[in-house]
């Protein structure tokens, strides 16, 4: 049975990837800062949860002994979002996140997958795949690109398998209430008469949370795709056909205050992901 180390187990994607990695019969070894959110999860008494916070970081210690040895580890882990413009993902999080992950490849750790992010492509408009040049236009983004590129460089010196996943947009029950959907549900069980939102114009790339936590077991177990993979469905929808459909999919009925909020500054209009390679390496639809 393979052993799998993943981190931000208690987020919102970390718990539908530890859900589905139970499912398919591996031995989880589950870890966050959160302790309290960890015990109210259905998943707690299924695994091996080790509590760590990585502010507390320290460099004499064997990370990769620590938490059991781990064939693969899936690193979900990031401090501070979804504040995407401040300096900490750079002054912060970016070395000390290096330093641990370091730490456990030189400890004997050889799997590695971690989500990126699709803002490491910076503002550009259209299919993105993974073969153009990053322009990271907020520190988050450029944090996670340099975090890739020392790895990618450590990687000369050691020898592990690295698949870096760049998310697109997710949704799900469990998500963050200032989200788009999560918004949209509670203005309908409020019983409100119309939802505020943007023009609804930007064109995006949408995949519901369950199918994303597939997709990262199937990527963290094999090694057939390796590198930077799009973790996406491919399919351009604009915000406003989006909420359209999610409203029909369960069967609600609302109208759009369309204007209301402006178009936010740090992604283009229009993006959306070339997913050819993900469905090289994944099965499920």
């Not at 153009?132 to 000369?156: D, F, G, I, S, V």
């Not at 698949?163 to 069980?189: C, H, N, T």
Request: proline share 4%; charged share 20%.
């Amino acid at each position: 049975m393979k052993k799998i180390l993943v981190t931000g187990a208690t987020g919102f994607i970390g718990n539908y990837v530890v859900k589905e990695l139970l499912n398919r019969g591996y031995e989880v070894i589950a870890t966050s800062r959160d302790k309290e959110k960890a015990l109210a999860a259905s998943w707690y008494k299924k695994l091996t949860y080790i509590q760590f916070d990585l502010s507390q970081f320290e460099s004499t210690v064997n990370y990769y002994s620590f938490f059991n040895k781990p064939d693969a580890m899936i690193h979900l882990a990031w401090e501070g979002l979804p504040n995407y413009k401040e300096s900490f993902h750079v002054e912060k999080n970016l070395p000390l996140h290096f330093a641990f992950l370091e730490n456990l490849v030189q400890n004997g750790l050889t799997n590695l997958t971690i989500s990126g992010t699709c803002f490491e492509y910076g503002m550009k408009e259209g299919c993105l795949n993974e073969n153009m040049e990053c322009e990271p236009a907020n520190p988050y983004a450029l944090a996670k690109n340099e975090l890739r590129k020392k790895l990618e460089t450590l990687q000369l010196h050691l020898p592990f398998i690295l698949k870096w996943v760049r998310l697109f947009y997710m949704y799900g029950e469990g998500q963050s209430p200032k989200s788009l959907i999560s918004q949209l549900d509670m203005a309908i069980s409020k019983g409100e008469n119309e939802f505020n939102m943007s023009g609804g114009e930007q064109v995006r790339d949408f995949l519901p949370v369950h199918l994303v936590a597939a997709y990262l077991a199937d990527i963290a177990m094999q090694d057939k795709g390796t590198g930077i993979i799009n973790c996406c469905s491919g399919r351009p929808v604009t915000v406003k056909q989006f909420v359209l459909d999610y409203l029909q999919s369960v069967n609600k009925t609302i109208s759009l205050n369309l204007g209301y909020y402006p178009y936010v500054d740090y992604e283009p209009m229009s993006f959306w992901g070339d997913n050819s390679k993900l469905v090289r390496i994944n099965k499920h639809d």
